[in-house]
């Protein structure tokens, strides 16, 4: 279970890919959103919500003990929590400059900004789950 304000969320696999498909889908009304000068730039911070659940993506600096080992990634019912800020970043060969537009379609990195620990996906099943 994550928390949000003291209020349980139930997380699952299930509910991440489901947030996960939700960037995708934004990331292709992008190209709606572009046509309108609205953009997101290099290094804008954002959060991502899984509208249906009104959970936002959360980590911080507390590392599984087991699966990947890697820092804890959740969701958040607080709308004022300060570690669901994620950085646009370009990919890793090729850097961006803060402020240049992100193209449509573009891939990039989204990086934690109270830890700088990128957000990444892999086959560790959490330890939230089991």
């Given amino acids: 279970m994550a928390t949000g304000m003291g209020t349980p969320v139930a997380m699952c696999s299930?509910?991440?890919?489901k947030?996960?498909?939700?960037?995708?889908?934004?990331?292709?009304?992008?190209a709606s959103v572009c046509a309108d000068?609205?953009?997101?730039?290099c290094g804008s911070v954002l959060?991502?919500?899984?509208?249906?659940n009104q959970v936002r993506l959360h980590?911080?600096?507390?590392k599984y003990g087991s699966?990947?080992?890697?820092?804890?990634?959740?969701g958040t019912l607080d709308r004022e929590d300060n570690n669901s800020h994620w950085?646009?970043?370009?990919?890793?060969?090729k850097a961006c400059q803060r402020g240049d537009p992100?193209?449509?379609?573009?891939?990039?990195r989204l990086e934690h900004l109270v830890t700088h620990k990128n957000l990444h996906s892999h086959h560790f099943v959490s330890p939230l789950v089991q």
């Fill in 37 to 41: 000068l609205q953009y997101v730039t």
């Fill in 59 to 62: 980590s911080h600096d507390i």
């Fill in 47 to 52: 959060k991502l919500e899984n509208l249906q």
């Fill in 19 to 30: 947030i996960s498909f939700l960037f995708l889908i934004l990331m292709h009304l992008g």
């Fill in 14 to 17: 299930v509910c991440w890919c």
């Fill in 102 to 108: 992100i193209p449509c379609g573009s891939l990039v």
């Fill in 67 to 74: 699966g990947s080992g890697q820092q804890s990634v959740t």
């Fill in 87 to 93: 950085v646009v970043k370009g990919k890793r060969e």
